[in-house]
T-cell receptor
Framework: AQSVTQLDSQVPVFEEAPVELRCNYS??????LFWYVQYPNQGLQLLLK??????LVKGINGFEAEFNKSQTSFHLRKPSVHISDTAEYFC???????????FGQGTRLTINP | EAGVTQSPTHLIKTRGQQVTLRCSPI?????VYWYQQALGLGLQFLLW???????NRGNFPPRFSGRQFPNYSSELNVNALELEDSALYLC???????????FGAGSRLTVL
């Protein structure tokens, strides 16, 4: 079975500072990896995904993530955050054919002016 | 292109009642997924439908059920509501066999 651990439940940062949201996973087979964002009172929006190929994945809103197979990690980064990035961020994994996303517990990103 | 649409957006029920939530997938998507996001429990997989058939089910009691219609829309039914069923219920859709899901805005259920 797959599992996802988001190491930080809350991350406060100042506006225009860089941020890294950490995600580790466990799986005995190859996985697909995703980051979703949930703005207050909304559903989930896909930020980026790793299916294969380059381990550095670029997503929307200036976010990127790097797949590290040896460390089973898929950390999310942004070089300079904005107030509008305040949201909850979810890391998720799936395996081909399972059609089921397993989510981490989420990281609440708070941007302070 | 319309996204995944869910209805109702909010509803309040009392213990023991029954509720039906509805989801319309993106045009062309044949797979529909249901997730429960309860406070403190994160996002839990409920059900996956594809081409009208239930393909996978999460660890939920049988009073959680659903179906998918020929037009690929879906309903989630919850019988004998309990207080802990209070949650945001998210529907997602995808092309058959695809791993990229598009989520709707959710239906927020409050059980009193």
């Amino acid at each position: 079975a797959q599992s996802v651990t988001q190491l930080d439940s809350q991350v406060p940062v100042f506006e225009e500072a860089p941020v890294e949201l950490r995600c580790n996973y466990s799986s005995s087979v190859s996985v697909y990896l995703f980051w979703y964002v949930q703005y207050p009172n909304q559903g989930l929006q896909l930020l980026l995904k790793y299916l294969s190929g380059s381990t550095l994945v670029k997503g929307i809103n200036g976010f990127e993530a790097e797949f590290n197979k040896s460390q089973t990690s898929f950390h999310l980064r942004k070089p300079s955050v904005h107030i509008s990035d305040t949201a909850e961020y979810f890391c998720a994994v799936s395996i081909q054919g399972a059609q089921k996303l397993v989510f981490g517990q989420g990281t609440r990103l708070t941007i302070n002016p | 292109e319309a996204g995944v649409t869910q209805s109702p957006t909010h509803l309040i029920k009392t213990r023991g009642q029954q509720v039906t939530l509805r989801c319309s997938p993106i045009s062309g998507h044949t797979s529909v997924y249901w997730y429960q996001q309860a406070l403190g429990l994160g996002l839990q997989f409920l059900l996956w439908y594809d081409e009208g058939e239930e393909r996978n089910r999460g660890n939920f009691p049988p009073r959680f059920s659903g179906r998918q219609f020929p037009n690929y829309s879906s309903e989630l039914n919850v019988n004998a509501l309990e207080l802990e069923d209070s949650a945001l219920y998210l529907c997602a859709s995808s092309f058959s066999g695809a791993n990229v899901l598009t989520f709707g805005a959710g239906s927020r259920l409050t059980v009193l």
